[in-house]
């Protein structure tokens, strides 16, 4: 099954059967989007991540000032062995290794492969959980947004690509009156203060490429590693802005090393920007 593109799809009861009436109402600045459902899913539920992708994409594109040009395929399964075996069938340059931890109690349920395509589990428990919910959903939308910027080239460092999902999935969090954005950095920071006083924090060079990002995560729990992520790239936009931030990304479409593109953006190579961190999170209160 493939929804509109364009249309927002709103479910409607009618003689004991929900149907879905496409309603035409394109985003402000319209986002070329195909929902395919594997079995189970209905299609009450394809219409409602349909409609979160639409509303994440304003928002997104407001942010980045872009939009994205090729269409985004969003593969929707109702159960891990489905969720995964449509990753490994579809998927663009994925590893099979990361793509089957799908499979495990508290794997990912939510991924986005090389060629802009979003895979769901809607049969994961998150699911149930209206923020986190969201928030995957936006932080895998941002990755999309990476691949724009950078031209589908390159391999910026896993931390500065995993930090940005979070810094902006957190915004359309506070955007929709969610969260409070300054308070979830703080509650971040202070879980990396904590960490810092009983084994200190994960350096970013340990943060680099998706190997060793989950290999962290497993040793520290995703938890820290996505915190010091967050905070990484909150503290980066703050001392460079934005515009410092996508232009890292738009070094890619050179296919430089990622230190280079680092030292050309931010002005500071990442083992210094990795010190004045830690020094920040002391210090953050």
Known sequence: MTNCARCRLV????????????????????I??????????????????????????DF???????????????????????????IL?????????LA??????????????AASQIFINLGHPATGDQTRF????????????????SGWRGSPYAWIQEGTAEVFAKH??????????????????????????VGGLPSLGSLTTPDLWERRAHTLTRRVVYATALVAV?????QKGKDALFRYFRLFRAEPEPEAAFVQAFGQTSLEFNQRLHGYVREAR
Not at 11 to 30: N, Q
Not at 32 to 56: D, F, H, K, M, W
Not at 89 to 97: A, F, H, K, L, M
Not at 134 to 149: C, F, P, T
């Open 100 to 113: 089957r931890m799908g499979l495990t109690p508290g794997g990912h349920w939510m991924m986005v492969d």
């Open 11 to 30: 479910p409607v009861l009618a003689v004991g059967a929900v149907l879905t009436l496409c309603i035409a109402s394109p985003p402000a600045y319209g």
């Open 172 to 197: 359309f969090l506070h955007h929709k009156g969610l969260i409070v954005y300054p308070q979830t950095i703080a509650a971040a920071a202070n879980l990396l203060r904590e960490r810092q006083s």
């Open 60 to 86: 997104l594109s407001a942010e980045f000032s872009i939009t994205v040009s090729r269409q985004v395929r969003v593969h929707l399964s109702a159960t891990a062995e489905a969720y995964v075996d449509s």
């Open 134 to 149: 969201l928030s995957d959903l936006a932080h895998e939308m941002v990755h999309i947004y990476h691949q724009e910027l």
């Open 89 to 97: 069938r579809t998927g663009v340059r994925v590893n099979e290794t």
């Open 234 to 238: 909150d503290y980066l936009v703050q």
């Open 32 to 57: 070329n989007l195909a929902v395919r459902s594997g079995p189970g899913v209905s299609a009450q539920a394809a219409g409602e991540i349909q409609r979160t992708l639409l509303e994440a994409d």
